[in-house]
T-cell receptor
Framework: AQKITQTQPGMFVQEKEAVTLDCTYD???????LFWYKQPSSGEMIFLIY??????QNATEGRYSLNFQKARKSANLVISASQLGDSAMYFC???????????FGAGTRLTVKP | KAGVTQTPRYLIKTRGQQVTLSCSPI?????VSWYQQTPGQGLQFLFE???????NKGNFPGRFSGRQFSNSRSEMNVSTLELGDSALYLC??????????????FGPGTRLLVL
C-alpha cells in the first residue's frame, strides 16, 4: 500500500537559517508525483513544490527545494533563510496510479524562532 | 485568477442532521477532489469529480456523497451526521488531465462541528 511517512512531529529553526523536513514514501508504482504543502493555522493548504518520479533534477521554487532521492524513496523539503511566516504545519503528499487520490503524511509542525 | 472558494467556512450541526458543503474550483479546472482532515486520522481522500462524474472514491461510508455541476462547481453532502464527522473539509481543484503529475490547489476549507 502507498504510504507517506514524516518522522518529525515538530521542528524548531532559528530565523534566517535553513531547515530540512523529512519525508519518505513507499510505492511500487514507477509513476508518481510528490508534493509539499504548507498549512497555516487558518487551515488552507498552500502548494509549495512538486517533484515527478521521472524528473532527473531536484525541484526548486524560490526558497523551497526538494531533495529527491529516488532509490531511498525520500523527498525531503529544504527551506532556506527561514522567516517567521514559515511557522506552520508542512505536509508531504503523493499521487500515483494516474489519479488525483492524494495521500498525505502526518505532517511536521515547524516553528521559526526570532 | 481567483483561487478555490468554499462555503460555508464554519458550520455547526447536531447528530442526525445532514449538511451540504460547496466548492468552486479555479476557473478552467475541471477536477474537484474532497478531503477530510481530523486530528486523529489526518488528511483523507473522500472522492474526486471530473466532468460531472465521480472518478475516484476513498474509503468512506455511503453517508458521504458528492456531485459536480456543468460549471465544475462541486457539492459534498453528509447525511445522518455523527460526532466523528467533525472535521475540516477541504476541496482541491486541478485541471483533471495530468494524472498524478498535476498539482491540486486547495480552498480554505469548511470547519464542521457536530454536536
Amino acid at each position: 500500500a502507498q504510504k507517506i511517512t514524516q518522522t518529525q512531529p515538530g521542528m524548531f529553526v532559528q530565523e534566517k537559517e535553513a531547515v530540512t523536513l523529512d519525508c519518505t514514501y513507499d510505492t511500487s508504482d514507477p509513476s508518481y508525483g510528490l508534493f509539499w504543502y504548507k498549512q497555516p493555522s487558518s487551515g488552507e493548504m498552500i502548494f509549495l513544490i512538486y517533484q515527478g518520479s521521472y524528473d532527473q533534477q531536484n525541484a526548486t521554487e524560490g526558497r523551497y527545494s526538494l531533495n529527491f532521492q529516488k532509490a531511498r524513496k525520500s523527498a525531503n523539503l529544504v527551506i532556506s533563510a527561514s522567516q517567521l511566516g514559515d511557522s506552520a504545519m508542512y505536509f508531504c503528499a503523493m499521487t500515483y496510479y494516474n489519479n488525483n487520490d492524494m495521500r498525505f503524511g502526518a505532517g511536521t509542525r515547524l516553528t521559526v524562532k526570532p | 485568477k481567483a483561487g478555490v472558494t468554499q462555503t460555508p467556512r464554519y458550520l455547526i450541526k447536531t447528530r442526525g442532521q445532514q449538511v451540504t458543503l460547496s466548492c468552486s474550483p479555479i476557473s478552467g479546472h475541471r477536477s474537484v477532489s474532497w478531503y477530510q482532515q481530523t486530528p486523529g486520522q489526518g488528511l483523507q481522500f473522500l472522492f474526486e469529480y471530473f466532468s460531472e462524474t465521480q472518478r475516484n472514491k476513498g474509503n468512506f461510508p455511503g453517508r458521504f456523497s458528492g456531485r459536480q455541476f456543468s460549471n465544475s462547481r462541486s457539492e459534498m453532502n453528509v447525511s445522518t451526521l455523527e460526532l466523528g464527522d467533525s472535521a475540516l473539509y477541504l476541496c482541491a481543484s486541478s485541471t483533471g488531465t495530468g494524472g498524478n503529475q498535476e498539482t491540486q490547489y486547495f480552498g480554505p476549507g469548511t470547519r464542521l462541528l457536530v454536536l
